[in-house]
């Protein structure tokens, strides 16, 4: 497991680049943002490991419109 990092946000989301676009190619890229909560998994992972990492205010709005209610817990930086 990644450590978390209190100095940058986890999160990783999209370049802005497709298979519409010329030139380069689509990639996750690391938010660069500063974290103002770690988030932490609230169910045991198959591997019996409970993941946690930091996140900005903007990914956490997306977080939560794509993650099921109750799937991590907050605690604020």
Request: aromatic content about 4%; glycine content about 10%; overall charge negative.
């Amino acid at each position: 497991m990644i450590p978390i990092d209190k100095e940058r946000c986890q999160s990783e989301k999209p370049n802005g680049q497709s298979f519409m676009t010329l030139g380069g190619g689509h990639k996750m890229i690391r938010c660069e943002n500063t974290p103002t909560v770690i988030a932490t998994e609230t169910s045991v992972g198959s591997d019996g490991l409970k993941g946690s990492m930091t996140m900005c205010d903007d990914c956490l709005k997306v977080a939560n419109k794509q993650l099921p209610k109750g799937f991590f817990d907050l605690v604020e930086l």
